[in-house]
T-cell receptor
Framework: GAVVSQHPSWVICKSGTSVKIECRSL??????MFWYRQFPKQSLMLMAT?????????EQGVEKDKFLINHASLTLSTLTVTSAHPEDSSFYIC???????????FGEGSRLTVL | GEDVEQSLFLSVREGDSSVINCTYT??????LYWYKQEPGAGLQLLTY?????DMKQDQRLTVLLNKKDKHLSLRIADTQTGDSAIYFC??????????FGAGTTVTVRA
């Protein structure tokens, strides 16, 4: 099946620094990728929809200046958490639509801890 | 917004069948999904069903969809210890966004 890979798997950073998370579709092209955030023992919250070659669409309540999304190619989307603070600590997961209609695959997730 | 609800916990004996239930409210759902999440890992797509189908079987997994009642279930036959995980159901609306349930934690006991 299709594979979506995220990097890094986990990252610890100091408050005020920026962190970039990459999401790659390994064996298919993804014109649309999605970024989710998951708090402990909770479900996933959609943050934004990333479209190749255009600006991302953010969900209500998600700060676009804080969570910068770039979808520069059909296989790569990046999420940059700018000026990270401890409340940004979370599990971030990306997903991409597969080649078959209806398929939607998720990356392994990236755990961010901001000290 | 769309609501997807699942029971939070399920305990099952090894070798028995597990049935995880899910209800949703969006009548325009196009696809419905079941994902498995193991501790510290991302979501693994288990199976999905198109909204005009009422059943899909894939090895040990059987998905039943009652569109009239907006009820989705996942049956895992011959449950094994490796099936212990959190299972999320999700529905995709016409806007292509996924709405997730809170997840059902399945614990398989020997």
């Amino acid at each position: 099946g299709a594979v979506v890979s995220q990097h890094p798997s986990w990252v610890i950073c100091k408050s005020g620094t920026s962190v970039k998370i990459e999401c790659r579709s390994l064996d298919f092209q993804a014109t649309t990728m999605f970024w989710y955030r998951q708090f402990p023992k909770q479900s996933l919250m959609l943050m934004a929809t990333s479209n190749e070659g255009s600006k991302a669409t953010y969900e209500q309540g998600v700060e676009k200046d804080k969570f910068l999304i770039n979808h520069a190619s059909l296989t790569l989307s990046t999420l940059t958490v700018t000026s990270a603070h401890p409340e940004d600590s979370s599990f971030y997961i990306c997903s991409a639509s597969g080649e078959r209609t209806g398929e939607l695959f998720f990356g392994e997730g990236s755990r961010l801890t901001v000290l | 917004g769309e609501d997807v609800e699942q029971s939070l916990f399920l305990s099952v004996r090894e070798g028995d069948s597990s049935v995880i239930n899910c209800t949703y409210t969006d009548s325009s759902s196009t696809y419905l999904y079941w994902y498995k999440q193991e501790p510290g890992a991302g979501l693994q797509l288990l199976t999905y069903i198109f909204s005009n189908m009422d059943m899909k079987q894939d090895q040990r997994l059987t998905v039943l969809l009652n569109k009239k009642d907006k009820h989705l279930s996942l049956r895992i036959a011959d449950t094994q210890t490796g099936d212990s995980a959190i299972y999320f159901c999700a529905e995709k609306g016409e806007d292509y966004k996924l709405s997730f349930g809170a997840g059902t934690t399945v614990t398989v006991r020997a």
